[in-house]
């Protein structure tokens, strides 16, 4: 036991199980993470560029430290007895929960004591970690400021660019003044700078610097309004222009441009209502803006359109058939502006714009990816990037990318000036316009015609909603030379912020590189791998990325020529099921996911330190948290079925030489713990651990697959409950020890003499897991075994008192027994569980002559839902930590009961009880040591 026996062509080594192969502590994993996915928490890494699915750092913590520190299981001259290695290990678990806290770049020392727990068991060496799929980089950021070399590769220059950041630039530049004149010129300056503060201090003193040099060339194109005579009649700036696009009316009769406008609201923040109201005059619409009364119906929505000039319904082949045939104009809807606290609303004509030439950007030119479902545009008339910006935000991001590019002059001779010799200063300066650059790229999500105003909470939104670029009819024009969400000085004030947390507790061994995951490149040493791969045809990571790379190109395209080679991001190599790239063939666009996937663990096997799992995220949830976290639905709006997609990724895995040792699902949304039915309340991620197969592994026979799953669940149901696993979750957990037996085997042979299907295997696992809670029935008391078997029959429905009385005889125990310990009511030859809300409020446990854990679960439940978890922590501390404990167990095995027969509000009781018994435990506790303190002093 404990340990896994690998071999392969390089190497044969005994290999100790780690961690994340036996337990975790799951629900603070699940928390961390969680809050780590919330919008507005502050500055954070994520923060210096948008990328699609993020990981979550804390997830991506836990798992490598657990992929490093060995399980307890793995040393038995060091810890013979279970005891010993449960104590051990909620030590190391003690290590992961401190890792969970927030903020925990600010924490140097607990990096610092988990880097030291790990080496601990490497010998006094980390291995270097390999993500090869590193995209937005959480896990080599990560790695890195564990202390590992980090080591990040992905296909797309973007993605290499941000891990470049974050493991080259921001690292090179620690504790290093700003070079900048303000900051040297002044007598009292600051001195000492930590972490990345200079670089950060830099990026806002040269980012004003943009934005002064930005409001002399293009200042008059964003004029200041007069304000209302209630309101002081001073100019103010406008935080945004709100426009409609409209397209020409297919009636004949009326050929009207009609405004098509998602919603008329402008402000639904309470208690201010406002709108904009349509005035048609002639052919011609203009908006009033009105405080009272209720708002137009919309004039588009998912389904089509409606001509507000004449009434008619468009449909929405029409509306793109005379969006590509007419063209698309905009009128203008209302103007935002600034009153110091708030925002007031005018009608548009109150601040007249200057007329605009369009400039010719030629690099921007570039046509969307022709895939429809993901970018719409193109589908309404404008097929460019070019096509989605106004003629001002064209003028003013071109201007911005000029001025980014010309700034390099200043920081160089500044970089001079305050001593850093030429090579260094050439560095510093490619180090600031590029993060200058990831501004420009906030600033384009904002001011772009496809952001939108938020009615809710008054804001410009990105474009970024969803994994997609959708069109947009009405829109929002930011005032980029402003100071409101979106405008440049925002953009590069908080992009400097996030500079600066990835600069605490940053790591200085890390390198960003692009590969092709699934050619054959060449690194001769041996990697800890942790990686979160593309999903079939989950997201256009590269067709989303061009909206970017265009820009990036134009801007800084020169200082990373090897990146930003060839005209758009590379596609080909992409693993992505992308049918629009094999000319609408589904077919083929899956066999070029699938066999690149393969390819590219099939070379991870190879480049794998053995002596630690590999790990892999699968995503099974990828909004992210803001585009609305709670869809139940297990298809994903391409149409991929999550769970066969699970299936075929355990397939792939295995085909490429993998064993599965541990399945762990992380839920990263914040209503997790809400979470009540299996199959329905898909995790956000499941993480596994492989280990890879051994090329002499041999056959066995269902039988034999069985056997040993009898045999090794029940120690491995142990540990998945000593990390407190929600019972939500453990039968996705359970999946890992089952698939490690499973995966063992070359071929799990039928009767039949086919090899075993992988759906197959999982329904096994599941039956027998039901059937190892089943046999943790031992431990308790004859009433509760009795309860057990009478709800899974009947629920708290009435049964037949004949029925009710064999069973107490198979279960050793007596109906009128059962009554008076208080389990259930018998009346009229029927018999019936007593309902918790029956439940006698007065219930003393240490009065309670026949004591039943089934009595204890459902006071306890009781408890919890009327007092809270005070009341319950006293009722806890009142039952014993025994019988207590007992009723944690029960708790999983009636979860399991619940969820097998749909009852999901009942399953609901038992999760949450699971989900708070740490609490209740430290409660307890505490209470007792409250009460002695009390007699004590009494
Ligand atoms: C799920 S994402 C990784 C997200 C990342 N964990 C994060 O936190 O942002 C998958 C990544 O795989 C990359 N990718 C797709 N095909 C690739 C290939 N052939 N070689 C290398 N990387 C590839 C994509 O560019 C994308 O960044
Ligand atoms: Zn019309």
């Known amino acids: 036991m404990g340990e896994y026996r690998v071999t392969s062509e390089s190497q044969t080594i005994n290999n100790r199980k780690k961690l994340i192969e036996v337990a975790l502590p799951l629900p603070e994993i699940n928390d961390a993470s969680a809050y780590d996915k919330m919008p507005g928490i502050g500055p954070h890494p994520k923060g210096i560029h948008h990328w699609w699915a993020r990981l979550p750092l804390p997830t991506a913590r836990a798992v490598l430290f657990a992929s490093v520190v060995d399980d307890p299981s793995s040393h038995p001259d060091k810890f013979p007895t279970e005891e010993a290695q449960n104590t051990e290990r909620e030590r190391l678990f003690d290590i992961v929960r401190e890792l969970m806290q927030k903020k925990l770049h600010e924490h140097p020392e607990v990096y610092a004591k988990a880097r030291a727990e790990m080496l601990k068991h490497v010998d006094g060496t980390l291995p270097p970690v390999l993500d090869p799929f590193s995209g937005g980089g959480s896990i080599p950021l990560e790695a890195a400021r564990l202390g590992f070399d980090a080591h990040a590769a992905d296909l797309n220059p973007i993605a290499v ?78 935080i945004a222009w709100l426009w409609a696009r409209t397209i020409q009316c297919p009636n004949p009769a009326c050929s009207a441009r009609a405004p098509l406008v998602r919603s008329f609201w402008l402000c639904r923040k309470k208690p201010r209502y406002m709108h904009a109201k349509p005035m048609l005059k002639g052919k011609d619409v203009s908006f009033v803006i009105c405080k009272d009364g209720e708002p137009e119906k919309e004039t588009t929505s998912g389904k089509g359109a409606r001509c507000l000039f004449c009434g008619q319904t468009i449909s929405k082949a029409q509306v793109r058939e005379m969006a590509t045939r007419h063209g698309v104009n905009e009128v203008p809807l209302a103007v935002v502006a600034d009153v110091g606290r708030g925002r007031i609303y005018l009608p548009s004509d109150a601040v007249i714009c200057p007329e605009i030439d369009r400039p010719e950007v030629q690099e921007i030119e570039q046509d969307m990816t022709n895939d429809r479902r993901w970018f719409s545009p193109p589908l309404y008339g404008l097929p460019r990037f070019s096509d989605i910006f106004t003629s001002r935000q064209l003028t003013a991001m071109v201007t911005l990318s000029d001025l980014i590019k010309d700034i390099h002059r200043d920081v160089l001779r500044d970089a001079k000036e305050a001593g850093l010799a030429s090579a260094g200063a050439e560095d510093y300066r490619k180090a600031v316009i590029t993060c200058l650059s990831l501004v420009f790229d906030r600033c384009l999500r904002f001011n772009d015609a496809l952001a939108h105003w938020a009615s809710s909470n008054e804001k410009v939104m990105d474009v970024f909603g969803l994994q997609a670029i959708p069109m947009a009819w009405d829109f929002a024009e930011a005032n980029i030379l402003g100071d409101s969400v979106g405008a440049w000085n925002t953009c590069s004030d908080y992009v400097a912020d996030c500079i600066e947390v990835i600069g605490k507790s940053a790591g200085n061994n890390g390198k960003g590189r692009q590969i092709d995951a699934a050619s054959s490149w060449n690194d001769p040493r041996a990697f800890l791998v942790s990686t979160d791969p593309p999903y079939y045809d989950n997201i256009g990571y590269a067709a989303l990325s061009d909206f970017f790379y265009v820009w990036l190109r134009r801007t800084i395209g020169n200082l990373y020529p090897d990146l930003f080679k060839t005209i758009l991001v590379p596609k080909a190599p992409e693993l992505t099921a992308a049918p629009e790239r094999f000319e609408g063939n589904k077919e083929k666009a899956k066999e070029h996911f699938e066999s690149g996937f393969r390819k590219a663990f099939s070379a991870l096997r190879e480049k794998m330190d053995l002596r630690f799992p590999l790990t892999v995220y699968y995503a099974f949830k990828q909004e992210d948290e803001k585009a609305g976290d709670d869809g139940d639905s297990e298809v994903s709006k391409n149409g991929v079925d999550r769970t066969t997609g699970w299936e075929t990724l355990l397939d792939a895995l295995l085909t490429s030489g993998f064993q599965i040792t541990a399945t762990w699902p992380v839920r990263a949304s914040q209503k997790w713990r809400m979470v009540a039915r299996g199959t329905n309340a898909l995790a956000s991620y499941i993480v596994l651990a492989c280990r890879a197969r051994p090329s002499d592994a041999l056959q066995c026979t269902r039988r034999d697959f069985m056997n040993q799953l009898k045999k090794e669940l029940p120690a491995a149901l142990k540990h998945l409950q000593q990390g407190n696993i929600a019972p939500v979750d453990l039968a996705q957990a359970a999946i890992g020890p089952g698939m490690a037996i499973f995966s063992r085997y070359a071929k799990v042979m039928e009767s039949s003499g086919r090899p075993m299907t992988v759906r197959t295997a999982l329904n096994l696992i599941n039956q ?68 918790r809300d029956e439940l006698p409020a007065d219930w003393d446990p240490t009065a309670d002559k026949r004591l039943t854990v089934w009595e204890a679960t459902q006071h306890l439940i009781r408890a919890l839902d009327k007092q809270g978890e005070i009341g319950a922590a006293e009722l806890l501390s009142n039952l014993g930590g025994g019988l207590g404990e007992n009723a944690r167990e029960l708790s999983y095995r009636l979860y399991k009961i619940c969820e097998r027969k749909g009852w999901s509000s009942e399953a609901l009781a038992y999760n949450s009880l699971v989900l708070v018994w740490p609490e209740l435990t430290r409660l307890a506790t505490s209470q007792v040591g409250k009460m002695r303190q009390g007699e004590l002093e009494f």
């Open 161 to 238: 660019l941000l891990n470049k950041c974050n493991l080259e630039l921001v690292p090179r530049w620690l504790d290093q003044q700003p070079v900048n004149p303000k900051v040297r010129q002044n007598v009292l300056r600051k001195t000492g700078w930590r972490g990345a503060g200079g670089l950060a201090e830099d990026v806002r003193y040269y980012g004003r610097l943009v934005r002064e040099r930005a409001t002399e060339k293009i200042g008059h194109l964003y004029p200041k309004v007069k304000l209302p005579k209630e309101y002081g009649g001073r100019e103010t700036n406008v």
């Open 768 to 835: 027998a897991l039901d059937e190892v809670l089943a046999e943790q029935e031992a431990e308790f008391d004859a009433d509760t075994r009795w309860a057990l078997a009478w709800f899974d029959q009947h629920g708290v429905d009435e049964g037949e008192f004949g029925v009710a009385e064999t069973l107490s005889r198979a279960k050793n125990t007596a109906v009128n027994g059962l009554v008076q310990a208080g389990i259930i009511s018998a009346r009229g030859g029927k018999v019936r569980l007593v309902k």
